[in-house]
């Protein structure tokens, strides 16, 4: 049996080869895209709530040395509070939402661009009524979070 | 003299040595970041017309394997028509343009991705009223577009 890995999108697939084509991924409106599947945020753990993700490149085989996906946190949700050696990159496309990032708490509104450096304890969380929404681009290549005790 | 190279933020500066910390660029409305300066699309050329480009990612010694652009094309703007080894992935974040990418038109709306593949001959171009912005994510490491003859 497959075991799967309960990280977020890190190293869950075996390297496939390389496929590069055109792709155009339309939004369908209410951030949803056409040929973009919505997964969970991570298989397992019980230190999240209420997130998905939909990877929006990093799933087809390109070979660009980063990933983009979207994540969106409903009302109440939030994300493992942890850290790890690859930095994010978070910005802020629907609602608004709380990001913990080192020692200090940031609002990230519509456009907002966080920079999450190496080894940077972080969490976001929605505390307000509507959903929050970022893209979170990544390296490609990176290491395995390592989940943290929340402050 | 220092030449300028006249390519988009094609390897325009020397290598510095890598200054990773948090930081937050707020939007500051508009599609202008609080930190991040408005800069040309290119420092020369006449194959391309009323655009303007920041960078969001890749300025700030990050070390990041990828960079983050944002680029605005006017009412009748356009990019250089070129092809690279790089890929690009383009996200329409603001109004709506036209893409030339292969043999094809797309138009980009509002989070509509595109994926442009190695060596793709590709164009980006405004003929609509209003401002087209979108984001652009490209490896850190990249070669020398070269620009083509226009269709």
Redesign the interface.
């Known amino acids: 049996m497959k075991k799967e890995i309960p990280y977020c999108d890190f190293a869950t697939k075996n390297k496939k080869s390389v496929i ?8 369908k409106g209410n ?1 949803t ?1 056409k040929g973009i599947k919505t997964e969970k945020y991570k298989t397992a753990g019980a230190d999240w709530k209420g997130i998905i993700r939909k990877v ?2 990093g799933n ?1 085989n ?5 990933h ?1 996906r979207y994540f969106e946190i409903a009302p109440g949700g939030y994300s493992s509070f942890e850290k790890h050696k690859h ?1 994010h ?1 978070v ?3 629907r609602g608004k939402g709380k990001v913990l ?2 020692k ?1 708490n ?1 609002q990230l ?10 080894d ?1 304890p972080h969490q976001l969380s929605n505390p307000f009524q509507d959903p929050f929404g970022f ?1 979170c ?1 990544v ?3 990176r290491d395995r979070p390592r989940i943290l005790t929340p402050p």
Request: with cysteine.
């Open positions: 590069n084509k055109i792709r155009l991924y339309k939004h951030f895209w929006l490149i087809h390109e070979s660009t040395k980063f983009i930095e990159v910005i802020g496309i990032c080192g200090k940031y509104n519509f456009l907002d661009t966080l920079y999450i450096a190496p940077t893209l681009i390296n490609a290549k």
